[in-house]
């Protein structure tokens, strides 16, 4: 890797039977890399720091080989040193708790491809250190012993980095950025990323973000709208006032001229004629293409925020700093901006990145029990989906989330519960979103439940909250799943046991079967006249269904008005 290590140089603590021994450990982190990037000094030094072990796997297989790994390549070829390098990382990713860091061409192997898709998809930090290539490249010339780089080593590392880049980019989940960093800036860096939760999101046709999840990460405001703004509306509502004062202190701070926009609590915030009176403002003000939009509150304000930023001269910047629980785990991340018209909710919106989203768990300590407890209706929903460890916490924390109490929440146990509840969420949804930014077909998973509950809040005039509203819509879509035979019996109970132990709804009786027929007939996933829902084929294993017998709809509308 970066530099060739005799045994005697192994890693502290490394021996094999120092090597935890239980199969539900995992690395705190594993780094990933160009040749050069630095992967094994900016790894020890950060291990060092974090009081963590720290293993460099081309060094963890001459130790076991009893050669270099360029030797081991001239004498058995690459093929085989993949094998013997895949083995070992396979094993360090189930036995071994510190700072993991990987040869370059190791992630491009399948087998280890797959386990680190595994490890990262289970909340392991997976971590691309992304060094300047000239940088890079300069420092694996002068390295030297690198099999994969013979020949023209610049030429060779060009060829390899066109290839690896994409794969790398894609697989990481952080994203440590070393452009002229010493190793002891880039070490300090990893130990912040890894210290805290952060997942990036990006992919194909998106700008690439992060969402940072603990904390007083409002502080992180400035530095994440970057530089170059002069000009900053701040969009929020009243019942958020202490947390926009912090934001526009922030953004004064760093030398922005703050324009203070108001709009009304929850939906009744998210309209045309709100978005109007916003775009009238920043026309007052002269807001031009450089400046920039900040939204602080619950998911109407975020999505008024990000749809009125990404309509003004057709897109200027902005950040999301969302204080509720529903908004950190679902409105504020996705890019997905809107607002709501008679005929139904977010049917006038776009398609948006954030330049960041601060998810500031010390913003949840202000919010009353029950905004807090509809928040849990999406994180279940993501558990259903994709992610069981989501439904295991939730199982095991019933009790204290839906005692939940803002006034004993900061530095208590379920603080922790909480901000990995909002990371495995969110990681959900980057996967989704990562893949299918425009929602053409996988991202429409993360709809599960959301057919039902858009109609439901539209009969209710947005009196229902939406967290609330999933958590029936979730309830249908398993009755329905039932229904044809996707589900069997005990999903659907568990369905309701899980959703109910957490306070939530699991049935509503306002309306009518044929306006609710009507409304899921507008619904942005049907095709035509033709219904299509998101069910699960067994749990964690979502699907679409296009024009399923209305009469089965019907029976599992019925059964949740039933519950």
Same mark, same amino acid.
């Given at each position: 890797m970066e530099d060739t290590i005799a045994r005697r140089d192994m890693p502290r603590s490394i021996p094999h039977d120092g090597i935890a021994g239980a199969s539900s450990v995992r690395p705190l982190a594993v780094i990933i890399g160009m040749p050069g990037a630095g992967k094994t000094r900016v790894g020890r030094e950060a291990a060092d720091r974090?009081? !963590? =072990?720290?293993?460099?796997?081309?060094?963890?297989i001459e130790h076991d080989v009893g050669m270099a790994v360029a030797a081991y390549f001239r004498r058995y070829g690459e093929p085989k040193f993949r094998e013997v390098e895949s083995d070992t990382i396979v094993e360090l990713l189930h036995r071994f708790d510190g700072l993991?860091?990987?040869?370059?061409g190791a992630p491009m192997t399948e087998a280890t491809h797959t386990a680190l898709v595994e490890y990262a998809r289970g909340g392991g930090h997976l971590v691309y250190l992304q060094a300047d290539p000239a940088e890079a490249m300069e420092r694996a010339r002068r390295g030297g012993?690198?099999?994969?780089?013979?020949?023209?080593?610049?030429?060779?590392?060009?060829q390899l980095y066109e290839t690896r880049n994409p794969v790398f980019d894609a697989l990481a989940n952080i994203h440590v950025r070393t452009h002229g960093?010493?190793?002891?800036?880039?070490?300090?860096?990893? !130990? =912040?990323?890894v210290s805290q939760r952060i997942i990036h999101i990006g992919g194909s046709g998106i700008d690439p973000y992060d969402v940072r999840i603990g904390e007083h990460m409002l502080n992180?405001?400035?530095?994440?709208?970057?530089?170059?703004?002069?000009?900053?509306?701040?969009v929020h509502t009243e019942s958020v006032q202490r947390h926009s004062d912090r934001a526009r202190a922030l953004l004064r701070q760093a030398g922005a001229t703050v324009v203070d926009v108001v709009i009304p609590d929850a939906e009744a915030g998210k309209t045309v004629g709100v978005a109007d009176s916003v775009w009238r403002r920043l026309g007052d003000e002269g807001f031009t293409r450089s400046d920039a939009v900040v939204?602080?509150?619950?998911?109407?304000?975020?999505?008024l925020a990000g749809f009125v930023a990404a309509t003004w001269m057709r897109g200027i910047r902005y950040v999301n700093c969302p204080t509720s629980l529903l908004a950190m785990v679902d409105a504020s991340t996705g890019g997905k901006t809107g607002v709501n018209t008679p005929q139904g909710k977010n049917f006038v919106g776009s398609f948006y990145t954030p330049k960041g989203v601060l998810a500031d768990v010390t913003t949840l300590a202000t919010l009353p029990n029950d905004i807090f407890i509809e928040g849990m209706g999406e994180v279940a929903k993501s558990g259903f989906i994709r992610d069981p460890a989501i439904l295991d916490i939730l199982e095991r924390h019933a009790d204290e989330l839906r005692a939940f109490d803002g006034g004993t929440f900061l530095g208590s146990g379920l603080e922790d519960v909480v901000e990995e509840l909002i990371e495995r969420t969110v990681r959900v949804k980057a996967y989704h979103v990562s893949n299918d930014l425009k929602e053409s077909g996988l991202r429409e998973f993360l709809n599960y439940g959301h057919t039902l509950a858009h109609a439901i809040e539209a009969l209710e005039h947005f009196s229902w909250r939406h967290g609330n509203a999933v958590a029936v819509g979730c309830v249908f879509a398993a009755e329905l799943a039932c229904e044809l035979g996707y589900l069997d019996r005990e999903a659907v109970d568990y369905h309701r046991r899980l959703l109910s132990s957490l306070g939530l709804p699991i049935s509503w009786d306002g309306g009518t079967w044929d306006?609710?027929?009507?409304?899921?007939?507008?619904?942005k996933k049907a095709r035509g006249n033709t219904l299509r829902f998101v069910v699960l084929d067994g749990?964690?294993?979502?699907?679409?269904?296009?024009?399923?017998?209305?009469?089965?709809?019907?029976?599992?509308?019925d059964r949740i008005r039933h519950a």
């Amino acid at each position: 890797m970066e530099d060739t290590i005799a045994r005697r140089d192994m890693p502290r603590s490394i021996p094999h039977d120092g090597i935890a021994g239980a199969s539900s450990v995992r690395p705190l982190a594993v780094i990933i890399g160009m040749p050069g990037a630095g992967k094994t000094r900016v790894g020890r030094e950060a291990a060092d720091r974090l009081n !963590v =072990d720290f293993i460099d796997t081309d060094q963890r297989i001459e130790h076991d080989v009893g050669m270099a790994v360029a030797a081991y390549f001239r004498r058995y070829g690459e093929p085989k040193f993949r094998e013997v390098e895949s083995d070992t990382i396979v094993e360090l990713l189930h036995r071994f708790d510190g700072l993991l860091a990987l040869g370059g061409g190791a992630p491009m192997t399948e087998a280890t491809h797959t386990a680190l898709v595994e490890y990262a998809r289970g909340g392991g930090h997976l971590v691309y250190l992304q060094a300047d290539p000239a940088e890079a490249m300069e420092r694996a010339r002068r390295g030297g012993g690198r099999p994969m780089l013979s020949g023209d080593a610049d030429v060779r590392w060009r060829q390899l980095y066109e290839t690896r880049n994409p794969v790398f980019d894609a697989l990481a989940n952080i994203h440590v950025r070393t452009h002229g960093s010493t190793p002891h800036m880039a070490a300090r860096k990893l !130990v =912040d990323a890894v210290s805290q939760r952060i997942i990036h999101i990006g992919g194909s046709g998106i700008d690439p973000y992060d969402v940072r999840i603990g904390e007083h990460m409002l502080n992180a405001l400035a530095q994440t709208m970057g530089t170059g703004v002069a000009r900053v509306a701040l969009v929020h509502t009243e019942s958020v006032q202490r947390h926009s004062d912090r934001a526009r202190a922030l953004l004064r701070q760093a030398g922005a001229t703050v324009v203070d926009v108001v709009i009304p609590d929850a939906e009744a915030g998210k309209t045309v004629g709100v978005a109007d009176s916003v775009w009238r403002r920043l026309g007052d003000e002269g807001f031009t293409r450089s400046d920039a939009v900040v939204g602080v509150g619950g998911g109407a304000a975020t999505d008024l925020a990000g749809f009125v930023a990404a309509t003004w001269m057709r897109g200027i910047r902005y950040v999301n700093c969302p204080t509720s629980l529903l908004a950190m785990v679902d409105a504020s991340t996705g890019g997905k901006t809107g607002v709501n018209t008679p005929q139904g909710k977010n049917f006038v919106g776009s398609f948006y990145t954030p330049k960041g989203v601060l998810a500031d768990v010390t913003t949840l300590a202000t919010l009353p029990n029950d905004i807090f407890i509809e928040g849990m209706g999406e994180v279940a929903k993501s558990g259903f989906i994709r992610d069981p460890a989501i439904l295991d916490i939730l199982e095991r924390h019933a009790d204290e989330l839906r005692a939940f109490d803002g006034g004993t929440f900061l530095g208590s146990g379920l603080e922790d519960v909480v901000e990995e509840l909002i990371e495995r969420t969110v990681r959900v949804k980057a996967y989704h979103v990562s893949n299918d930014l425009k929602e053409s077909g996988l991202r429409e998973f993360l709809n599960y439940g959301h057919t039902l509950a858009h109609a439901i809040e539209a009969l209710e005039h947005f009196s229902w909250r939406h967290g609330n509203a999933v958590a029936v819509g979730c309830v249908f879509a398993a009755e329905l799943a039932c229904e044809l035979g996707y589900l069997d019996r005990e999903a659907v109970d568990y369905h309701r046991r899980l959703l109910s132990s957490l306070g939530l709804p699991i049935s509503w009786d306002g309306g009518t079967w044929d306006d609710v027929l009507a409304l899921m007939h507008r619904d942005k996933k049907a095709r035509g006249n033709t219904l299509r829902f998101v069910v699960l084929d067994g749990m964690q294993h979502p699907i679409h269904l296009d024009d399923p017998p209305i009469e089965a709809v019907q029976r599992a509308f019925d059964r949740i008005r039933h519950a």
